[in-house]
């Protein structure tokens, strides 16, 4: 598996526990270096599109990537540009699928830039330089990947931590264009 040297990924065992507010904070810290995308990866099954709204594609698709160009709103992919990010992409898919959303996704981007990924399903098809996972009591039994998810991290964050957040987002670093983490044990 290839190690993509400028990727930071940014897991989490549920919703609402503060994976995109920690994304926003590594943002806004990185573009100062280098150029950053924000990315959201949802692999959402039908029953469950109304917790996270739609991006106005075409149902039935394999998979679908859409650049975010708003800055009103609350989205995650708008919070990625208010961030700092100076593009932001949604890609929805499910797993059958992922790895060839990856592919396509890497066809509007440079190679050069820092990405920011939002997701818990592509550390399984690919290696970041950086894999984090945002850990919430109250819903962490909801997932079945959790605990193998929790293994492969190279740091576990606690839910909505801002203090700790701000921590470890100060502990990624690029040196000869590569992104290093700077901290040790879980």
Request: aromatic share 10%; proline share 2%; net charge neutral.
């Amino acid at each position: 598996m290839n190690v993509f040297k400028l990727w930071v990924i940014v897991g989490g065992t549920g919703r609402n526990i503060g994976k995109t507010t920690f994304s926003e904070i590594l943002i806004k810290k990185l573009s100062r270096y280098s150029p950053v995308t924000g990315i959201k990866i949802s692999n959402i099954k039908p029953e469950g599109l109304e917790f996270h709204g739609t991006h106005d594609h075409k149902s039935g698709e394999a998979f679908f990537i859409y650049e975010e160009t708003r800055t009103d709103g609350n989205k995650d992919s708008i919070r990625f540009l208010k961030s700092g990010a100076t593009k932001s992409y949604f890609v929805q898919t499910n797993d059958d699928f992922l790895p060839e959303a990856f592919q396509k996704l890497q066809d509007y981007m440079n190679g050069d830039e820092i990405v920011v990924c939002e997701s818990n399903s592509l550390i399984n098809i690919m290696k970041p330089a950086v894999f984090l996972m945002i850990k919430g009591e109250s819903n962490k039994a909801s997932k079945t990947y959790v605990e193998k998810s929790l293994k492969q991290a190279d740091y576990v964050l606690d839910a909505m931590d801002l203090n700790q957040f701000e921590k470890v987002a100060e502990a990624i670093i690029l040196r000869d264009r590569e992104l290093k983490f700077l901290m040790g044990e879980k």
